[in-house]
């Protein structure tokens, strides 16, 4: 299964030596319609114009990577998805009626386990989603932050921030689900221990479109004197919700190549500029990625 050692070592220790990387597993041809998605499913929302890339590139080149499915209890012919949410979906959209898979007896912790990591190594959960994941993870096997940081492949400081996150208003909360304000803004209020003043300062933020720094200068303010500051040193222009996070759209023909790149290698591919001149970004967090994509471009040592 290519791109399958982008999951990480942490699966398997995770997982307690659950074979689901394997150089060469048995891959099946299932219905799409004897597959329900994944309850346990970290992800959220899907960004719509991601999936019709991915469900381009799907009709032009099939699904390059088999999704990993549980069997059903009690279901003679059904399925349930563990990992793969994004290429089942875009089969569908492309108009498949089969998908190739991996059948896997996992359990419903090990079935997030796999959901979840999938996810956090191809970043593509948002602050929120990434928080609340992480939460359940620890949770569902006991672990402490520490050792959850080696399951993911991340800075247990990283890990701790994002759980961090869960302690803000669930208006908060919700609004930085929603990208009403961006993970910075979100860990400079909880910089901010009382969450009245918490819940003052994300209203100036959604409403002047303040910037993480002005936020930060904010709360450093506040520490400091006890309130916060009517306004900051030198007019603050009101900006446009998100206008600091918002990027130039991504021409549409790179927008399909990023697409296919993306669907074929396992960690996140970016690609800015236009046709004339830009940058193509590889990004991976273990070195079970990093030797992925070696092992993909032929520059495996030996």
């Known amino acids: 299964m290519a791109g399958a050692k982008g999951l990480g070592r942490g699966l398997d220790v995770l997982l307690k030596g659950m074979a689901v ?3 060469h597993p048995e891959v099946t041809v299932l219905k799409l319609e004897d597959i329900v998605p994944n309850p346990r499913q970290p992800r959220l929302e899907f960004d719509p114009q991601a999936l019709k ?13 088999p999704i990993l499915v549980r069997p ?3 279901a003679a ?65 006991g672990l402490s932050q520490e050792a959850l940081a080696q399951r993911v492949g991340k800075s247990r400081s990283a890990v701790a921030n994002s759980l961090r996150l869960l302690q803000l208003p669930q208006a908060i909360q919700d609004s930085l689900f929603q990208d009403g304000i961006s993970a910075g803004h979100a860990r400079a209020l909880l910089s901010i221990t009382d969450p009245a003043v918490q819940e003052a300062l ?18 450093a303010h506040w520490k400091q004197h006890g309130v916060l500051p009517d306004v900051l040193p030198g007019p603050v222009e009101p900006k446009p919700r998100g206008a600091a996070r918002k990027r130039p759209a991504l021409p549409e023909e790179l927008a399909g190549i990023q697409g296919r790149l993306q669907e074929k290698f396992k960690p996140k591919v970016k690609i800015s500029g236009d046709q004339g001149r830009g940058k193509i970004t590889f990004s991976y967090a273990s070195p079970q990625e990093l030797q992925a994509l070696l092992d993909e471009w032929g520059l495996a040592d030996g």
């Open 21 to 23: 990387d394997r150089d």
């Open 53 to 65: 890339d991915l469900a381009s590139s799907i009709k032009e080149q099939g699904v390059l990577q």
């Open 72 to 74: 059903l209890k009690g």
């Open 77 to 141: 012919h059904g399925y349930e998805l563990v990992a793969g949410e994004r290429r089942l979906r875009a089969s569908k959209l492309a108009e498949l009626t089969e998908i190739p898979a991996i059948v896997r007896e996992v359990s419903e912790e090990q079935s997030l386990a796999l959901a979840l990591i999938e996810n956090l190594q191809r970043e593509n959960l948002n602050a929120l989603e990434e928080a609340k994941g992480l939460d359940q993870l620890l949770n569902a096997f």
């Open 202 to 219: 994300w209203s100036r933020i959604v409403e002047r479109g303040l910037s993480v720094r002005e936020t930060e200068d904010m709360a």
